[in-house]
C-alpha cells in the first residue's frame, strides 16, 4: 500500500473513531466538550474524504513510509484504545 492512501485510511479511520466517541459518550447533546468532539471528528473525517477524492493534489502527500505516516498511524492507536478505555469505563 501506498504511503498517501495508508494515511488517508488512518485519516477517516480516526473521523469516524472520534465520531463514535462522541455518539457513544455524549449522546444526543449540545454541551461545549461533545460540540467539540462532534467538530474534530467531522473535520478529520471531511480531510480524509478530500484527501480520498484528490490524493493528487494534497501538498503533504508521503511519497514513502516516514514520520507523518507512523505518527498517523500512532495517532489512530491511540485513540483507540482511549475509546476501548471509556467504554469500558461505562
Known amino acids: ?3 498517501a492512501r495508508f ?3 488512518c485519516f477517516i479511520y480516526s473521523g ?8 457513544t459518550i455524549y449522546g444526543v447533546s449540545f ?15 471531511a480531510a480524509g474524504f478530500l484527501r480520498l477524492k484528490r490524493p493528487e493534489e494534497e501538498a503533504q502527500n508521503p511519497a514513502e513510509y516516514g514520520l ?20 469500558l469505563l461505562l
Open 1 to 3: 500500500m501506498r504511503a
Open 7 to 9: 494515511v488517508t485510511l
Open 16 to 23: 469516524l473513531i472520534f465520531l463514535a466517541q462522541y455518539v
Open 31 to 45: 454541551e461545549l466538550a461533545g460540540l467539540a468532539q462532534l467538530g474534530v471528528g467531522l473535520s478529520i473525517l
Open 68 to 87: 507523518f505516516a507512523y505518527g498517523m498511524a500512532a495517532l489512530s492507536l491511540f485513540i483507540t484504545v482511549i475509546f476501548l478505555g471509556q467504554l
